[in-house]
């Protein structure tokens, strides 16, 4: 018989290959990969603390203006920025006409513009020349000139302090420029009646033209800054010229081309009326004409409408049209 010879196991047991607690080089980059997504993830605030905060987005500025008191929400409504509105348009539109009436009377009565530098400069560069060729009113010239650019500089600066479209300031400059033009009609109707060929360097005449320069400068000043360039009040040149570049022109609807078009009508229907009632009663009623559209405007500025600042979320402010008017303003409701 064979014997049978048992081999001890215990070293084959030592030698056989054991597995390690140690982590794997894909183990680590396992690992790493999963802290950075858990890092990626966005930090949600608890709903606890969501509701200790005041809900910012939806609060309407509106309804905070009309929870003030009296005194202070008429402060907040002419704090307001005038919103671009079809009321606005119709209201440059008249400053506009304004315009016509008073060129006209000035350039009929003194041959000088009081709105349109242009020409002025012309005039000045052929009287000084060729002083034949045009009437003599250097010193008119001149009084225009540098107080058309006195009030664009006045009101302009004034209106980047206080703020250039709010409605407080806009009525308060346009109130300020009729005041200009009332004491230019009592000085026309009281001391200086007589035209171009009489008056001549005339202090009297001199202080019309003045008045009406300055008034004309802020005028411009005040239509430059609500966010309507195409009706400036004063500049037609530029106004015919973008309307004929318009290559939408030919549209049913075109706004700039409507506001373009609009504005320089109403300048020349305000020269017609101009003309009219300088040849058939006399320079201070075509003033009295300007003051009283003036006025009319000034108070239709109380009607507009005014802008809004919404909070759509962080740092996303979006502005829109207010719902606040007048009649709430003064009721509250």
Known sequence: MHSLSLTPLSSNVNNAPTLSNAPTLRDVELNNLSEKREEEKPQYPSPSFLEAQPDRTNTDPDHELLRLPPSRRWQAYLMQDMHPSTMLECELYALSFTTGMMDAMTFNFYGVFCSKQTGNLINFALAALDPQSVLQTEANIGVSFSCFIAGSALFGHFGNFVGKKRRGWLIFMNTFQALLLIAATCIRQFTSP????????????LAVIALIAIASGGQI?????????????????????????????????????????????????????????????????????????????TFCFMFNKGTKELELGPGKPHVTESSVSLRHILWAD
């Open 221 to 297: 000043a005040l239509a430059l800054t609500v966010g309507m360039p195409e009706i400036n009040t004063t500049m037609v040149t530029g106004a015919l010229v973008m309307l004929s570049q318009d290559k939408d022109i030919h549209k049913l609807r075109n706004k700039g081309r409507d506001r373009k078009l609009f504005f320089v009508i109403s300048i020349l229907l305000g020269a017609f009326v101009g003309a009219t009632s300088n040849r058939y009663a006399s320079g201070s009623l075509t003033l009295l004409l300007v003051v009283i559209v003036k006025a009319i405007m």
């Open 194 to 205: 007589h035209g171009l060929q009489d008056s001549g360097a005339d202090p009297s005449a």
